[in-house]
C-alpha cells in the first residue's frame, strides 16, 4: 500500500512538473498570432497581427499585439511601449499559480483581498472532518471498505451516480414519495463527505507512515493531513477537477458498499462463516 502511494505522488509531481516545464524554458519570439505552448516574447517594434494564446507560459509584450492577448496557466505582461489592442485575459495567473493555484499573483494579490477559491474547497473539505467526528464509527466502516474494495468502491460511486436522477423520478411519479427525493439527496451529499473523510484520513495516516514508520498517527492528525493533500490537488488546474470526480465517486461509493453485508467479496464456504476480523484502521473513540 506504501508503494502505490508513493506511485502516485511520484505521479502527480512528475505531471506538475510537465505543466511548469514550457513555462520555465527560454521564451520564443513570435511574429505572428496563433496559439503557442510555453512562454513567448514580442519584440520591441514587432507587430503580431492576429489575437495571441499562450498555454502553459506567458506572454511578454514589448511590441504591438493587434487582437486579444490569452495566457493560460501564467500570465501577460506588458512591457513599456508594448500595446494590446484587444483584451488581455488570464487563466492561471503567474507561472507558479499553474503549479500552485493559491499562490498569490503578484500583479492582483492583496493581503486583504482573501482567496475565496481556496476557502471554499477548504470549508467543503473541512465539513468532512465534522462528518468525521459526528460520524466516527461509520466513518471507520467506509475506510475499511475502502482499503478492501477500493475498484468496488469505485464501481459502487459510478452506478450510484447513475441511479440518482432515474431514482429521483421514480419517487417523483408516485406524487406521494416526492418528500423522499429530498431525503435522497442528503444521502448522497452526506455520503460523500463520510467518504472524503474515509479518503483524506486513508491518505494522511499512509503519508504519516512513510515519514514516521515507527508510530501509529492520532485519527485527527492523519485526517487532517489528508484534508489538506486533497484540498491542494483540488486546486491543480485540470488534474484538480479530475482529482475532485474521483474523491466524491469513491467517497459515494465506499459509503454504499459501507451500509451493505459485510460479506462482499469473501469466498464462500464454511470460512464465511469463520468470525469477522476486527475493522483495520487506525484507532478510534468508540463514542
Known sequence: MKF????????????????????????????????YFGSVVVEPGQVVDGDLTVIFGDATI????????????????????????????????????????????????????PDHRLLWRLSWNLLALLIFLIFPLRTRMVLDRLERHPGLSVTAGLLGCVAVVPLAVLLAITILLIPLILLELVFVLASVFLGTAALALLIGRRLCELLSPSTTPSPLVALLVGIVLITAAELVPVVGTLVLILVGLIGLGATILSFAADSIGAPAGPSSSAPRAPLSGPPMAAG
Open 4 to 35: 502505490r502511494l508513493a506511485i502516485v505522488l511520484a505521479t502527480l509531481a512528475a505531471a506538475a512538473s510537465l505543466c511548469a516545464a514550457p513555462a520555465l524554458a527560454d521564451p520564443q519570439a513570435v511574429y505572428h498570432g496563433g496559439t
Open 62 to 113: 514589448a511590441g504591438i499585439v493587434q487582437g486579444d492577448c490569452t495566457a493560460i496557466g501564467g500570465s501577460c505582461d506588458t512591457r513599456p511601449g508594448g500595446v494590446v489592442t484587444g483584451q488581455i485575459n488570464q487563466l492561471g495567473g503567474a507561472v507558479t499559480q499553474a503549479v500552485v493555484p493559491w499562490a498569490p499573483s503578484d500583479s492582483a494579490y492583496s493581503p486583504f483581498v
